[in-house]
């Protein structure tokens, strides 16, 4: 077994850590999306 396996810092699930970076990342892409979209349609009505 490796030394480091044996002493373990952060014994914590990495579910939440995980599931937290995918909804930030998805929200900020999301959120370009939509302002790109209310960008073309508002250049469509000009």
């Known amino acids: 077994m ?3 396996e044996k002493d373990v810092q952060d ?3 990495d579910f939440v ?3 937290l970076g ?8 999301a959120l370009i999306f939509i302002i790109a979209n209310v960008v073309d349609v508002a250049s469509y009505f000009k």
């Open 2 to 4: 490796n030394e480091f």
């Open 11 to 13: 014994k914590s699930n």
């Open 17 to 19: 850590p995980s599931v």
């Open 22 to 29: 995918f909804v930030v990342s998805f929200s900020f892409f």
